[in-house]
């Protein structure tokens, strides 16, 4: 099971894509069963670091937290950029981070980057920091607060 | 009745969408550097991609649904080819 | 060519609601390439399509089709989540190479390396 199965969640989005994509019939499952198997193998010649993810009620409460944050800035973004206010300031953060695992990293750039008003720009690695761009920077230290306490301990707790 | 007024408001978002479609192309052309062009870009397929399923919903058939779905790959890929292009000049290293 | 498919009346009324929503967000997003100033202002105003924008669309999306053909069309998902993966990816990468030339050129008010 394992050798066939390296990584069995890729094996699973790929048959999932292939149902959704085809139609729902027992050729097309045969094959997309094909086609997952085959793709994890075709993974395991490449080697990436084997992810551990611990499903669980982490997962549920960064995907509600996430969804709201994506409607409440949206609707932020969108005052800003109709009715614009002039002594809004943007800027660059530096943001201490203590996630290594870099599945965990690439996570929180797709919240924070999908999240307007906030915008990755580059890690690194040797200091551990990252740097982002926030559209509506009203106090630095209150940015860090909430990005640490609103996400960094969540996805610590799946990724790590 | 009902049918003829969702006709009318899908007629309307895609006038809308119409609309941003120009404000991206705007950007492509005004510039004024290089990577606003490549942003004007990316806006511009993402509002293409809508577009074509306003068109999918509007006709009821699942083929626009294909089009989006390549016209997403295509502009994902053409912006990312474009902005490692800005990086380094080269696009294949 | 103004046309719609043939929807009981709650289905219509979601899937125009949604679809109204989707594009209007959508515009709003493209406004913000066209009224904010500098360039890395303006890079956060396209993610309020990929975002919003696209799932009030791929909801009226789904709603019309799982009504047309009685039963749950879902595929529209994939393209909510490749959107949703790979916007971030062009935006970042983007705004990398601005930081890159910016700091190439000697711009004065981006963080040095």
Redesign the interface.
Known sequence: MRRLLPYPMLSLALFGMWVLLTGFSPGHVVVGALVGVFGGLVMRRLSPEQPRIRFGWAMVKLTALVVADIVRSNIAVGRIILFGRSDRRSGFIQLPITLHSPYALAALVIILTATPGTLWLQHDARSNTILIHVLDLVDEDQWIELIKTRYETLLKEIFE | M?????????????V??G???A??A??VLRGP????R???V??LY??G??LL??Y?????R?LF?EA??VI??LG?AG??AL??F??RGEVIE | MIQAPDLPLWAAIVVGVFVLLGASITLIGALGLLRLNSFYDRVHAPTLGPTLGTACILVASITCFSVLQSRPVVHEILIAIFVTVTTPVTLMLLARAALYRDRRAGVADVPKD
């Open positions: 009902s049918t003829l007024v969702l006709a009318l408001t899908i007629t309307l978002a895609q809308i969408l609309l941003a479609m404000c991206a705007f950007r550097r290089a990577q606003d490549v942003l004007g990316d806006a993402l509002a991609m809508l399923l306003t999918g919903i509007q006709t009821g699942t649904f989006a779905l997403a790959l994902f912006t990312v902005a490692k800005l990086m």
